[in-house]
């Protein structure tokens, strides 16, 4: 890895990595599918979340050019069966409306105000993600002077053009950049490929997959990544 003191900005990956967002879903969908049985009940009377699901990763299929974007293949497959089911299909943004309120309703890793706190004493901090989380209805963004995703970039992890856009957005050379994420795959070995610093941020003991290389820090916490970069 190079040295901490070439570093000179923090990116973060945001599900699973500053917050635990299983839960999260399950509740931004299961108030999403009350709102659809209140307001346009056809629809889940014809069908299932799983159908829905379903229907999302489908719409994925036929657009691949859409597919990174979570926010539209929400909307855009709602939409289409609001119209089988004879609503307009203007409540798709009703119902994301709904759904994103929830979906931004969380609560933090206890470790994430303070250790964002320390680094951004020393280094700029950013964001990059695949997901729709909204840092400003969650009450962090003023932490970060980057926020990307998917949608906005117009490409998700692992792929290559999001790292670039992020060390372009810093104005800064891929290895004064780290990247801290949850995922082997999507977060290191994606960061890694596009010349950024890697931190594995391994909340839950994982073990490290055997055929990836290792990330540069392995840390549990985001107090842990500040120690091990010198704040």
Same mark, same amino acid.
């Given at each position: ?34 709102? +659809? /049985? ?7 009377? =014809?069908l299932?979340?799983d &159908?829905?699901?379903? $229907?999302r990763? !489908? ?13 539209? +293949? /929400? ?5 289409q069966h609001? =119209?089988?089911?004879?609503y &307009?299909e203007?409540? $798709?943004?009703? !119902?994301?409306?709904?759904f994103?309120?929830e ?11 303070p250790?964002?706190?320390?680094? =951004? ?7 990059? $993600? ?5 840092l ?19 490409a ?18 891929p ?6 994420g949850?995922?082997p ?5 994606a ?16 073990p ?21 970069l010198?704040?």
């Amino acid at each position: 890895m190079a040295q901490t003191r070439a570093l000179r900005a923090v990116a973060f990956d945001l599900d699973n990595t500053l917050w635990d967002v299983d839960p999260v879903i399950v509740r931004a969908e299961e108030r999403w599918l009350e709102w +659809l /049985r209140e307001h346009c009940p056809r629809i889940p009377e =014809r069908l299932s979340m799983d &159908d829905l699901r379903a $229907s999302r990763m !489908a719409l994925a299929a036929r657009e691949p050019h859409n597919a990174h974007d979570f926010t539209y +293949l /929400r909307i855009a497959s709602l939409a289409q069966h609001a =119209r089988e089911c004879g609503y &307009d299909e203007s409540i $798709s943004d009703e !119902a994301f409306e709904i759904f994103i309120a929830e979906r931004n309703r969380l609560d933090l890793f206890a470790d994430v105000r303070p250790g964002l706190e320390r680094l =951004r004493t020393r280094y700029a901090l950013a964001t990059l $993600s695949n997901g729709n989380a909204d840092l400003g209805r969650i009450g962090v963004a003023d932490f970060f002077s980057i926020s990307l995703n998917a949608r906005g970039v117009g490409a998700a992890k692992p792929d290559r053009r999001c790292f670039e856009r992020l060390v372009q957005d810093l104005h800064l050379e891929p290895p004064e950049v780290i990247y801290v994420g949850d995922d082997p795959l999507l977060d290191v070995e994606a960061a890694r490929a596009a010349g950024l610093s890697t931190a594995w941020m391994n909340r839950t003991n994982q073990p490290w997959p055997v055929t990836v290389r290792p990330a540069d820090i392995d840390v549990s916490d985001c107090l842990e990544l500040a120690a091990a970069l010198g704040v």
